[in-house]
């Protein structure tokens, strides 16, 4: 089992930064791809960004203003977001995968005021 839990969001005005970080425990040993993925109101949960030790892949809307990283030694994956807009509010949930299992966490809010 891997227990993922996220830190970080709240609430920040359009054009602002915040980062979320995502600590994994447990099972932790050949955990593959770790990454971000996000639901607002109404809509269906997509993928924000991705890493692996192939690369990382991030949805065409936060290119260029979202970073994701990996700390293999804290088992910790974070996610750099700058130049925030509104439609960036949603809970945000982190996600592992091992042994072909996913892994969730229990989001965190990000709100972004206009």
């Known amino acids: 089992q891997v227990q993922l839990v996220e830190s970080g969001g709240g609430l920040v005005q359009a054009g602002g930064s915040l980062r979320l970080s995502c600590a994994a425990s447990g099972s932790t040993f050949g955990i593959n791809r770790m990454g971000w993925y996000r639901q607002a109101p109404g809509k269906q949960r997509e993928l924000v960004a991705r890493i692996s030790s192939a690369g990382t892949n991030y949805a065409d809307s936060v290119k260029g203003r979202f970073t994701i990283s990996r700390d293999n030694a804290k088992n910790t994956v974070y996610l750099q977001m700058n130049s925030l807009k509104p439609e960036d509010t949603a809970v945000y949930y982190c996600?592992?995968?091992?042994?072909?299992?996913?892994?969730w966490g229990q989001g965190t809010q990000v709100t972004v005021s206009s």
């Open positions: 996600y592992a995968d091992r042994n072909f299992r996913d892994y």
